[in-house]
């Protein structure tokens, strides 16, 4: 029964696709840059994803403009933007009001400086909001709460405070 079992787990792990392993190129909302996300080669000790941004839409190589490894929970759900930022939202929820929800990550020389926003400092939330659920896409941040907010990816790339600096991979 133990080898049954372990079989036929295998066969549906096989048949279920992974959201991490996918690669796929996504454009900024204006088209100049591109993302493309792939599962990294040191996977092996955790969850680790590839990010390469591209100048224009459709992510050729010959345009590679920077890369940098990250953690699966920051590339997840992450957007590229005009300005060839990575957004990054956490989670689609947060509990508390002092966590960091949103990060982002910007080339400068040999490394990348990250910024991380916490959920109290996105411009337009009501206090009383509780645990609101977020979603990101190319443009905007969208927040459901009463009333829903919605906030710019262009703004999003100006705010919060620098945390750390990462290495770059550079082409």
Known sequence: MGARHAALLLA???MVPSTVARAECRDSAGGTF???VRLS???GIGCFTAVTVFEGSSCRPERE???ITLGCNESRRMVVSDRGRLVSLLAPRASRRNWEIVRVFEATGRQAVVRSIRLDELPGLPERARRPRMSLDASVLRIET???VTV?????ESLGRERARRPLHRP
């Not at 710019?152 to 999003?156: A, I």
């Open 12 to 14: 549906v792990g096989l």
């Open 34 to 36: 591109s993302l493309d």
């Open 41 to 43: 080669p040191m996977s």
């Open 65 to 67: 403009r920077w890369a």
């Open 146 to 148: 009463d009333p829903p």
């Open 152 to 156: 710019p990816v262009t703004v999003l």
